[in-house]
């Protein structure tokens, strides 16, 4: 059941969508490679540590990439989320152009209480992004929509880094 905005695509749109929708997981080579660096995150940000949070997903999200041959991804760990009138702006991908390499921006702090955001709620954010990444070089996808697929993707990511659906 495509999400309402399916309906105002173009024909074109609509095929990558159902593509996109069609993919249900990532299939990570050896997630327990992964674990280490994984495990460690909760640690910084508990200590509100936005360098050592910033170098630890780096580290995961390329190693990740690294596995699945996609292309590195800059990845910044910013302090506090941006917020406006529509609520707070969790994380961003910006897609690689000309000389300039893919990023993912992740914030580490709520933007009403300032507060370091909990681990599951950062990591899921931070697959969020790197499933967009994935749609584009790892995938394939010419665009990168908000499908049940695509969550399904961030879920099946979560859980492979992560061993387990809940932790």
């Not at 994380?91 to 921006?105: K, M, R």
Request: hydrophobic residues 35%.
């Amino acid at each position: 059941m495509p999400f309402q905005y399916y309906y105002r695509l173009s024909s074109r749109q609509q095929q990558v969508y159902r593509a996109s929708d069609r993919i249900q997981a990532i299939s990570v080579p050896a997630p327990e490679e992964l674990h280490s660096v994984a495990r460690r995150i909760p640690e910084a940000l508990a200590a509100a540590d936005r360098a050592l949070t910033q170098t630890l997903c780096g580290k995961l999200v390329n190693d990740l990439g690294t596995q699945l041959n996609a292309p590195r991804v800059r990845v910044c760990v910013r302090a506090t989320r941006p917020s406006r009138s529509w609520g707070e702006l969790h994380g961003l991908y910006e897609p690689a152009e000309d000389s300039t390499s893919a990023q993912i921006v992740v914030w580490m702090r709520t933007a009403k209480r300032r507060q370091v955001v909990a681990f599951k709620t950062f990591l899921r954010t931070l697959l969020h992004e790197v499933c967009h990444h994935l749609d584009y070089t790892h995938l394939r996808l010419p665009d990168s929509y908000h499908t049940e697929g695509f969550y399904k993707r961030e879920s099946s990511l979560y859980t492979a880094l992560t061993g387990g659906p809940g932790r």
